[in-house]
Structures are given as structure tokens and as C-alpha cells.
């Protein structure tokens, strides 16, 4: 994180003030001068859940005792971000690269919080749609100007010649877009509803992007809406137990609209069980997205393992708009 936000400073890609540190008495000092609401990130990998939305200061410097001096992420909380607090609604764009040609995938909105109304600690992500219309077509090529843009020109400069996707999470603030952060992959549960709208082949569009002739190939979506719902366990992000015999799966095999994808899955003795946090992505196509989040919760009541949660939301925010 820390990497990808000096980046960005580098090449003026808007983003949220921020500063870094690797001590938590100078970072806890930061925290008292600036005030709350105020963001404490860990800044290597810590499966989605090392970004603390800390809404007092004692919250904050709470969220730096765990990370700093607990270690609740390991090695990923050396060094840690506090960054000012955007208020917004958040969106992802995603793009395929072969270090030339740019070819950008559908947006989509996550829903990164356990509870439904955005409330709770923040998760891997409980649930996506795609496309995000908080992105319109105007936003989108605002974004390709002035962050994929200068993006492709940082990489260049830098002598990183990256093939792949870039995943982009995006903060609408006050009608303009910032930059919360970069993956070097696919967003999950994003990546779900994309790649079901997809109507080109996906293993043609990464093969021209390893071998740098994207600019050979058309990308074509279906004239549909998608969306995920994500299963998760009881007590996830926290702890939770692991498993739970899984029911209903066969139910859905032969449904048209919907693919439901595993995540924390396992086999035991011949059943599908539960082994992780994020278990299940329910994922519907629909004509609109009301349709397609009807299609995701009706799926949804196929589904039964013991502690099963899922946020009942995935969708709303959309269909208000």
C-alpha cells in the first residue's frame, strides 16, 4: 500500500492525503494532531481486512495497537498508512494491460462491510454488481484520463513492464474520483459479476495480454446485469468455525442465470464443507438488476451450512439509482 500510494503522489493520480509510518508512537502523535474520522491501513496483504475505518481517535490508535504492536497482521503491519478519511460511495475499475494497449472490463461496486447499510468492519468484500452506474460513461473516461493514464506512463517510466490486470478501487468524492488503492489482480467479489456479463472468451483475452497483442482483440459483454452475493461464516471477519457440511449445491447446477462460486470450500468424506471466512459467491445474471438480484437471493435459499451469513442489501444502492 505504502508502494502504490507513493506511486500515485509520483504521477499525480488523485488520491487521499496519507502519511506513513513504521512507529506507533509517531504515528499514534499523527493520529491525536489530525483528529477522526481517520483511516489506519496495514500496509502489506492482510486478506482484505487490514484497512480500520476509525471514527474516534481512541478508535484509531486502538487500530494501531492491534496492528503495530499485536502483530494482528503479521509482517503486513510493519509499516502502516493513516490516511484521511474520503466520504463517498466506492466503485472498481479494472483493466487488462499487455504494457501498450489498455483494455477496460465493466465496472462494479463492492460492499466491503459485514453488516447490511455499509455498517460493521470492513471484510474481503460480502457482495458486488456490475455495472456500477455510480460510474458513468463521463467518470469512466475521466478515470482512463487522469488515473489509467498516468498509471501507464509511472510503469513506463519506472521500467516495469507489466502484462495483466490492474484493479482499481475507486472513491467518488464530491463527484470526482480518488484512488483508495491498486490490486495487480482480479477484485473479488468483483471479478464474479464481470466475468459473467463477459461474451468474449476470457482465456483468448488474457493469452493476447501475455503475448502484447491486446490491441488485436474486441472485448463483447452481454446486455445483462450481474450480481454476487457472498456466504460467509458465523463470526467472519472475526473468527469462525470451519467444516459445516454444505446443503442445497446440486439444486443449482442446472440453473441458466446462476453460477455459484466456491471460495472457503473443502471436501470431507465426500461432502462439500465449509474452510474459510468467505465461503460461497452467489452469482445471477438478470435483464436489469432488480431481476438479477431476485435470481441471487432466490439461489441464496437453495444454500444451507450451520452459521451461514449473508448480507440481504447486495444490489440496493443500485437499484436507487
Not at 63 to 85: N, R, T
Not at 107 to 117: A, L, N, P, R, Y
Not at 217 to 222: C, F, G, L, Q, S
Amino acid at each position: 500500500k505504502v508502494f502504490s500510494k507513493d506511486f500515485m503522489l509520483r504521477y499525480g493520480i488523485p488520491t487521499a492525503e496519507y502519511k506513513t509510518f513504521s512507529s506507533y508512537l509517531q504515528a499514534a502523535e499523527y493520529v491525536r494532531l489530525k483528529g477522526a474520522p481517520i483511516v489506519i491501513k496495514a500496509d502489506g496483504l492482510a486478506a482484505g481486512k487490514g484497512v480500520i475505518v476509525a471514527k474516534t481517535v481512541e478508535e484509531a490508535t486502538d487500530a494501531l495497537s492491534l496492528i503495530m504492536k499485536d502483530k494482528a497482521f503479521g509482517d503486513a503491519g510493519k509499516k502502516v498508512l493513516v490516511e484521511q478519511c474520503l466520504v463517498g460511495e466506492e466503485a472498481s475499475f479494472m483493466f487488462l494491460t499487455d504494457g501498450k494497449t489498455v483494455v477496460p472490463l465493466a465496472t462494479s461496486q463492492d460492499h466491503k462491510q459485514i453488516f447490511d447499510g455499509d455498517k460493521g468492519p470492513n471484510t474481503g468484500g460480502m457482495g458486488a454488481y456490475s455495472p456500477a452506474p455510480v460510474l458513468t460513461e463521463e467518470l469512466n473516461e475521466e478515470i482512463m484520463e487522469d488515473v489509467v493514464g498516468p498509471i501507464m506512463k509511472g510503469l513506463k517510466r519506472e521500467g516495469i513492464n507489466y502484462r495483466g490486470v490492474i484493479y482499481v478501487g475507486i472513491m467518488m468524492c464530491k463527484g470526482k474520483p480518488y484512488v483508495l488503492e491498486f490490486n495487480v489482480r482480479f477484485g473479488d467479489p468483483e471479478a464474479q459479476p464481470i466475468l459473467s456479463r463477459l461474451d468474449s472468451d476470457l482465456f483468448e483475452l488474457l493469452k493476447a495480454t501475455a503475448e502484447g497483442r491486446l490491441n488485436e482483440v474486441e472485448v463483447k459483454w452481454k446486455d445483462e446485469v450481474a450480481i454476487c452475493v457472498v456466504l460467509s461464516s458465523k463470526g467472519y471477519p472475526g473468527e469462525y468455525e470451519k467444516g459445516k457440511k454444505i446443503k442445497g449445491l446440486d439444486s443449482l447446477k442446472d440453473k441458466k442465470d446462476v453460477v455459484v462460486f466456491h471460495a472457503g470450500t473443502g471436501l470431507k468424506d465426500g461432502d462439500v464443507v465449509t474452510s474459510g471466512g468467505r465461503v460461497l459467491g452467489v452469482t445471477a445474471l438478470g435483464k436489469d438488476i432488480r431481476t438479477a438480484q431476485d435470481n441471487a437471493y432466490k439461489a441464496i435459499k437453495e444454500i444451507d451450512f450451520e452459521g451461514m451469513y449473508y448480507r440481504k442489501d447486495i444490489g440496493d444502492k443500485a437499484i436507487k439509482k
